[in-house]
């Protein structure tokens, strides 16, 4: 106990103490090199995307527009990624891993045809024991001329989700199910965690927001995805039309929400922590506030959050509200 306790204060073992006016430092304590069999440009290879799976035992990459899965420790490919669709190029992806030999695989595609560009998403099963994958959901994404529009894609049980420009596409893969929801402006950010979408957005007058909102209420929003060959016309709702489990307003109009990341907590299950990014104008500075989350599974729910004045925010509260019936 007294080491595991020791190791969140000081943190990873990997970590020298340093001298004890210095921060922890990262030390490489072992390297694994992966020899995959680059096609094109390396060069090219290089500026594309690698993504670790959580497990540290997978590790995604794009290899000449195709998604690729390699094995760390035996280093070898698993799977690669094949389409329904021809002429595609791989421009975005994300997995959540389902269990040590399975993991959840979005693909977000662009195809160059005679009317255009055409975007699509694939959501698979695969099976990293086999090497094999089951279709889950292939639909059509928005319609936008840019060859990269996709960004923030994320898998979060049946739900995945994407930003397209200003929208954010939400999809349901096992009801073959979608809605795009809008943010009051294109500041708008989103983020989907288990059971909840959180956004924040400057509300119609210009105060900034945080939403906190069901998943269960989202999908009382999703319509059947339209077939491939249809015009790519979506169901839509504003975020200002959604009942809310519960906002959290700027402590004053002084202050402005910019960006946000959250991130769930290592130790204690339904806990995250919030991170926006934004601005205080009396200070005339930037800075970032930290929110603490959680979402119990019975019981109430409750947000702390603290902002240090040496970051720009002065501002502490802490507000509670009930979990919804479901």
Known sequence: MIGIVRRLITGPQTWSPGELDRDPVAEISKTITLHP?????????????????PSGCYVLFENQDTLECWSVAHDRLVWRHTS?????????YTAQETDIESVIVMVCLCADVPDGRMHFIEIVSVNLRTGTHTPLLTTRAPESQDMYPFSQPVVCGALAAVRLDSEYLIMNWRTKSNVIVHGHDSHSQFALIPQHLVVLTPSINGESQVHLISSDTIEAYLLPVVALDDPAEFSSVSVEEIPKVHTFHAINTEQSFRAMDIHASPIHEAEYRLWIWGLNYAANAGGVVSYQLSIPISGGASVAAAGPEGVGWNTTCVVQWPRPSV
């Not at 069999?37 to 799976?53: M, R, S, T």
Request: hydrophobic share 50%; proline share 8%; aromatic share 4%.
């Open 84 to 92: 329904c669709l021809e002429h595609i190029v791989v421009v975005d």
């Open 37 to 53: 069999h680059l096609q094109g440009d390396p060069i090219n290879f290089g500026a594309a995307p690698v993504k670790l799976l």
